[in-house]
Structures are given as structure tokens and as C-alpha cells.
Nanobody
Framework: QVQLVESGGGLVQAGGSLRLSCVAS????????MGWYRQAPGKQRELVARIASGGITNFPDSVKGRFTISRDNAKNTVYLQMNSLKPEDTAIYYC???????????????WGQGTQVTVSS
């Protein structure tokens, strides 16, 4: 089994910053892409940021220029640095990873439990 655990969520004022972390653990052979998604009440879950194993990143326009994603492959950890936060960024943020488990031939998608980010005006 593979576990993803997020941390770093909390309450911040608009314009502030927050740094989320996600650590993957378990019987991991290779982690391909890692990413962050978010879901606000009554809304669809949406991609926030994604980073490939080689470092190529992807962001939607809503966060581009404000958020950055990075990873530490030695620690099986992905980070989301969120700057210039807006109230509309308020959501539960979920970590995602495409993982090949030790002894397996194919990858599978894994999700964390989520961490709440609340941005006040």
C-alpha cells in the first residue's frame, strides 16, 4: 500500500502565503507525476498544480504566477508554495501521485486525505 499525507494547511489572510507538503510512503518503486488538486464545497475537484518526474510543471490560469510546485525525490515529497492567496483559493487541497509499487509492473493513482486551506478577506 502507498500512503500520501498532506500537511501545512490552515487559515491565512488574503495576500498571505502558505506552504503545503505531501509525503508519500509505503512500498514505492517509482513515483511518476505528483500533483495537487483542490475542492471547494459544491464545486468539482480541480487541478492546482502538477509536476512530472523530470520537473516539468503545469498550472491552471487561476493559480499561475502565484503558486509553485516542487518535489524532493529523495524524500518522496512534493510541495505547493502558495503566494498572494485569495479567498477563492479556499478549499480542501489533496495530494496526488502516480506510483509504481515495488514488485508491480504498472502504476496507479494515489490520493491523500486532504488538508484545509482557508483564506480570509
Amino acid at each position: 500500500q502507498v500512503q500520501l499525507v498532506e500537511s501545512g494547511g490552515g487559515l491565512v489572510q488574503a495576500g498571505g502565503s502558505l506552504r503545503l507538503s505531501c509525503v508519500a510512503s509505503g512500498s514505492i518503486f517509482i513515483i511518476n507525476a505528483m500533483g495537487w488538486y483542490r475542492q471547494a464545497p459544491g464545486k468539482q475537484r480541480e487541478l492546482v498544480a502538477r509536476i512530472a518526474s523530470g520537473g516539468i510543471t503545469n498550472f491552471p490560469d487561476s493559480v499561475k504566477g502565484r503558486f509553485t510546485i516542487s518535489r524532493d525525490n529523495a524524500k518522496n515529497t512534493v510541495y505547493l508554495q502558495m503566494n498572494s492567496l485569495k479567498p477563492e483559493d479556499t478549499a480542501i487541497y489533496y495530494c496526488n501521485a502516480d506510483v509504481i509499487r515495488s514488485g508491480f509492473r504498472r502504476s496507479a493513482d494515489y490520493w491523500g486525505q486532504g488538508t484545509q486551506v482557508t483564506v480570509s478577506s
